[in-house]
């Protein structure tokens, strides 16, 4: 449920809010570091012992062994075929980390974390109930609560390409790169009856247009890091093992991951927008899914669908909704020869005849 300084506000639709009545304004608001949304949708893990960093450092994609206090991060636990499994934003504060994620993955994340402590001195603790997290852009004066002398304040890197990570996308203007988005952990009883909010519509807008992907969204129990340009924020290429890092440097190296995430730009004529899971067709054939659909205030409609490698970028597509077919145009986010970096030749097979 929400934080009553947000649902009782004029204008609220749903709970949380949705919106406040003007969606595109508080895009506008909220991209301009002048309004804030409630994210009642996530949840905060904590785990605190001498062993915790590296302890996470050795199951997770990120380097987080020299996590300084008060520095954020990302990573992403894998199944042993490298598929993603969750995904953690990264907070120390030199005594505890604080992970903050979906609340889709509090109960699974929380029981896997706490098996796999052995005899390490780690501490898992579910803190969800303790905090209300708060979207902000920009230095906008959010009461975080402190912990250590550290304000609990995820700063998101999908602004640039991490330490030790990869970009797929070959754009030369990547959407993502004014992305200074931030995730505050503040008391459920503070005062924030001060700032301006906006809904979580406006957020997501807002993160589709930046290519940003997230967990509960846009990944499926098939998705690999390569499909979504995950590895430019959550992981890191040459930090050593990990669950998964096999297939993650197969993939990268040797060969192509097999779906491609692309942004659809979508014929608005008839007002329709896909909702996720709509099929994406060409020709008839299926060819991937929406994971997630907006209306951008200076975009129009809009989407992020995982789509088949192959598709020829220059295809308009098909995506289904209430109203019909909708064509859609591709923003090409992954490109369909992502992959291979290793670029290693082709040894002849052996008593080949040479031409």
Known sequence: MSNSTFTSRPGAVGDPPEHYGNPFGEQRALAAGESVVELADRAVITISGPDRLTWLDSLTSQALKSLAAGESSETLLLTPNGRIEHAMRVIDDSETTWLLVDDSQRETLTKWLDRMRFML?????????????????????????????VPLVWNDSWATVTRGGYQYSRTEHHPGATWNYRESLVAPDADLSHLAASGSLALEALRIAAWRPRFSSDVDDRTIPHELDWMRSAVHLTKGCYRGQETVAKVHNLGRPPRRLVMLHLDGSEGALPSAGAEVTLEDKVIGSVSAAARHFEL????????????????????????????????????????????????????????
């Open 121 to 149: 001195r780690v501490e898992i603790a579910d803190r969800s109930a303790d905090f209300l997290t708060i979207g902000s852009f920009g230095d906008l004066a959010i009461p975080a609560t402190e912990s250590n002398g």
């Open 300 to 355: 129009g409609p809009i989407a992020l669908a995982t789509i088949k490698r192959g598709v020829d970028a220059a295809e308009t597509l098909a995506v289904a909704s209430d109203v019909g077919e909708v064509s859609a145009s591709q923003e090409v986010i992954v490109p369909s020869d992502a992959g291979a970096a290793a670029n290693v030749p082709r040894l002849p097979r052996l008593g080949a005849v040479k031409r």
